[in-house]
């Protein structure tokens, strides 16, 4: 039970800590974004990855609904997500530009609290199928936590924090 409280609350801290960081006009759109984005990005995720796997569910449909992080398609959901995170904010009148900003900060410090529960939970139980490789995890967190202060501090113009979230999606999928 402990182990899946975990699972949770990245999303639970993330979604405060943008409150904190976005501009005070757009806390509740943000808001909206993140928690639909974090629905049904997860929802996308975990979709896609059945479709591909569909053989490996004959039998076993109750395992259909048993999502855990090493069974759901990373891509899928960073796309189903980013979806609705432009849609609402192209229905309040808010640029791309500022949708996705938020999205990538949002995105960093998310995948910065995934990585040390994985961590944590790789420590506390070894057979974790979720705790992957130790160094890994320890090494993409500081990359996302040095991704997250990069975007926020340092990266104005838009296009550099497009090209520093696909660098980092691909570093991810070489590391896990």
Known sequence: MLFKLLDILPFFINHFILII??????????????????????????????????SNFSGSWFSLINPVPYNLNLIAGIIASLLVVLLLGRKSDVSYEISISNYTFGFYTLFFMISLVAYVKGIAYP???????????????????????IDKILIKAFRFKVMLFILLIVVRIVLI
């Open 21 to 54: 960081f976005v501009q005070k006009e757009h806390k509740k759109l943000v808001g909206d974004q993140y928690f639909y984005g974090a629905i049904l990005g997860l929802l996308g995720a975990r979709i896609t990855y059945i479709l591909l796997h569909l």
């Open 127 to 149: 057979l974790s199928l979720m705790s992957g490789s130790d160094s890994s995890l320890i090494i993409l967190a500081v990359i996302y936590l040095i991704a997250a202060i």
